[in-house]
C-alpha cells in the first residue's frame, strides 16, 4: 500500500510517496531545489539556496508524516562542486549526531537554473501523511 503526497505548485509529480512495510513506513522524497513559495529561486547566494531546499525537504517529510530525524539517505546534485563545502556545513547542522547514508554528485544542470538539489529517504513506524 502507498500514497502520494502531489506536488501543490508545479505538479506533474509527487513531493513524497509513502509506502507502508509492516509496522514501517518508507518515505521518498522527490528532488528539492531551493525555490520559494512562487516557485522562484530567490535567494542571493548559495547558503541562501541550501537552507531554503533543506526547508522545502522538510515541508515534504512532514507531510508525509516524518521529519528530519527520520531520514536515512540522502543523495545531492550540485552544478559546481566549488559549492561542496557550503552544503556539507548546512548538512553537518541538520544531522548533527545522526547522519544520514549520503551521496553528493556533480550535474551539468538543474530546474529553475539551480545550484542544488536534494532527495531523500525516510522510515518511520506508521507514518500519518499529511495533505
Same mark, same amino acid.
Given at each position: 500500500?502507498?500514497?502520494?503526497?502531489?506536488?501543490?505548485?508545479?505538479?506533474?509529480?509527487?513531493? &513524497?510517496?509513502?509506502?507502508?512495510?509492516?509496522?514501517?513506513?518508507?518515505?521518498?522524497?522527490?528532488?528539492?531545489?531551493?525555490?520559494?513559495?512562487?516557485?522562484?529561486?530567490?535567494?542571493?547566494?548559495? =547558503?541562501? =539556496?541550501?537552507?531554503?531546499?533543506?526547508? /522545502?525537504?522538510?515541508?515534504?517529510? =512532514?507531510?508525509?508524516?516524518?521529519?528530519?530525524?527520520?531520514?536515512?539517505?540522502?543523495?545531492? #546534485?550540485?552544478?559546481?562542486? /566549488?559549492?561542496? &563545502?557550503? #552544503?556539507?556545513?548546512?548538512?553537518?547542522?541538520?544531522?548533527?549526531?545522526?547522519?544520514?547514508?549520503?551521496?553528493?554528485?556533480?550535474?551539468?544542470?538543474?530546474?529553475?537554473? &539551480?545550484?542544488? =538539489?536534494?532527495?531523500?529517504?525516510?522510515?518511520?513506524?506508521? &507514518?500519518?501523511?499529511? /495533505?
Amino acid at each position: 500500500m502507498f500514497k502520494r503526497i502531489p506536488n501543490q505548485l508545479i505538479g506533474g509529480f509527487s513531493d &513524497a510517496v509513502v509506502v507502508d512495510m509492516g509496522d514501517y513506513s518508507t518515505i521518498y522524497i522527490s528532488g528539492m531545489i531551493g525555490h520559494d513559495a512562487s516557485g522562484k529561486i530567490t535567494a542571493k547566494d548559495f =547558503e541562501g =539556496e541550501t537552507q531554503q531546499c533543506w526547508g /522545502n525537504i522538510a515541508r515534504g517529510l =512532514e507531510r508525509a508524516g516524518a521529519s528530519l530525524k527520520d531520514v536515512v539517505r540522502i543523495t545531492a #546534485y550540485l552544478t559546481d562542486l /566549488n559549492d561542496y &563545502a557550503v #552544503y556539507a556545513k548546512a548538512r553537518r547542522t541538520l544531522f548533527e549526531g545522526n547522519p544520514p547514508a549520503s551521496a553528493t554528485v556533480q550535474v551539468a544542470g538543474l530546474l529553475l537554473n &539551480a545550484r542544488l =538539489e536534494v532527495d531523500a529517504i525516510a522510515i518511520v513506524k506508521h &507514518a500519518r501523511a499529511k /495533505n
